[in-house]
């Protein structure tokens, strides 16, 4: 919708009803715009905080996103009434299942130095999935602000009702040498989820009430315009 049309729309509308109609649209715009992977935002804010404690910044390394996107994917039906993750894998799935899954180069594979998991029953904003699912403890702060880390990737999975789980995991390998992943990750085929350092928006790891307000607001919108026109 441009300004233009605005304009000509002025004359037939009162000032109350324009600027209802602007702030509508422009609440439309803003549901409707894709803020970004929330992956993308917890390595931002986990960035952030290493920053403030004088820790360099970690590189976000799309490899170590997808992987652990295939974590976090396997660990699904496995969140507790106390959003505990239980989750039963091996190390050697990262090099056979995982790296292969996500088409990383096998003489790029470097050494995972740690990880955080978590899940909660209802989707959480990435800042609150931060402070409230991934780092909640010593135990947890510990993992994060490990000297040797380098690289970090995130990935966030869910269902439509929860639970919604998240997992970070954390390497010392170099940048652009490491978890490179083939023909830079253009034939995944990414159905769930998100992970970080892609810029292919999330599926199915937010929540639908968001897709649902956009589709409402998108209606509501469209009634109003063929009532003033």
Known sequence: MSFLFLHMMKNNLSSYELHFFCYLLFAVLVFSHNHGNPANEIVDIINKNLTDQKFPNLNNNPGLGCMALQYIESCKGNCTDNNVVNCKTLDDDFTEVFGPNCGVELP??????????????????????????????????????????????????????????????????????????????????????????????CSGGKKNSVVLLNIFSMCYVFILLLTIM
């Open 108 to 201: 790029t594979f470097g050494t995972i130095t740690g990880h955080i998991v978590g899940c909660q029953r209802k989707y959480l904003e990435p800042s609150l999935a931060f402070s409230q699912v991934l780092v909640v403890d010593k135990k947890s702060l510990s993992v994060l602000r490990n000297k040797t880390h380098t690289e970090v990737g995130v990935g966030l999975v869910g269902h439509h009702k929860g639970p919604f789980f998240w997992c970070v995991l954390f390497s010392n390998g170099k940048t652009n040498s490491t978890f490179v992943l083939e023909n830079r990750g253009a034939g995944i085929e990414q159905k769930k989820g998100c992970y970080s350092g892609s810029s292919i928006p």
